[in-house]
């Protein structure tokens, strides 16, 4: 049976046309899109790029609108903060004061393009983790970045116990309230102490499970070479297409920004 995939429930698995695109392409690309707009400091760029990437994901993933809208919600959040920050802290012209309280244009401009970037950056974590299976993940990794068998197989070895955690977590509950009495309408005690003994059962299996995993990778040779791949991850044509794509709209969108006088770098912190 097929692992199911990063973030999503078990037995879900991963659809669309960036779910056949291999994992480690795909990583290589958000860590390029990240770096990239660590030196952008405009809120012009990075929202061009969000709504690229925003069109992009929603095409290629299937996600519905109403969940990416949610999975949207933690970034939207901290770039809201981030936002408010440097809108009030931030030095420059003051565009509205009141008492202690004062807006600068320049905070305004960084604060969104921070807001901006974090966006972006979401929406691509977004895609990624949709479409792609945590253990066809860890096996590109081996093959294509080079990442050693012990790395390898023990991420996936914990992939796996915290894929099983909620099961254990239902389990023990149920287990608690064979002893325990319910609640007056009908549910599981839901107090502190209760959640603190259903808690440290879990970490007890935890522990003991994983030590039990441990002893199983080492009796079957893990970390001996050479090792061969029951299913493996191929690097097609078509990975290097979308590569080249994502890199090529990445600098047109730099390049046209530059040419309309948007494009700032990270000297607007310092300007």
Known sequence: MSAPAVGRPAGAAAVGVLARRNPTVKLGLLFVVSLVLVFILDPVTPAVLYVLALIAVAASTRIAPRALALLHLPFAAFGLGVFLVNALSRPGE???SAGPLRITVEGLSVGASLALRTLVIGVLAIGFIASTDGVRL??????QARLGPRVTYAVLAGYRML???????????????????LRPDGTLPRGATALARASFALLVISVRKGERMAQSLESRGLGLSPRTTWRPVRLSAADWLMAAGVLAVLGAVLLVSAMLGHLEGIDALFG
């Open 94 to 96: 003051v565009l509205w």
């Open 138 to 143: 860890m096996h590109s990794l081996h093959q």
């Open 163 to 181: 894929q099983e955690m909620p099961r254990e977590w239902q389990t023990i509950r149920q287990a608690h309230a064979v002893r325990a009495p």
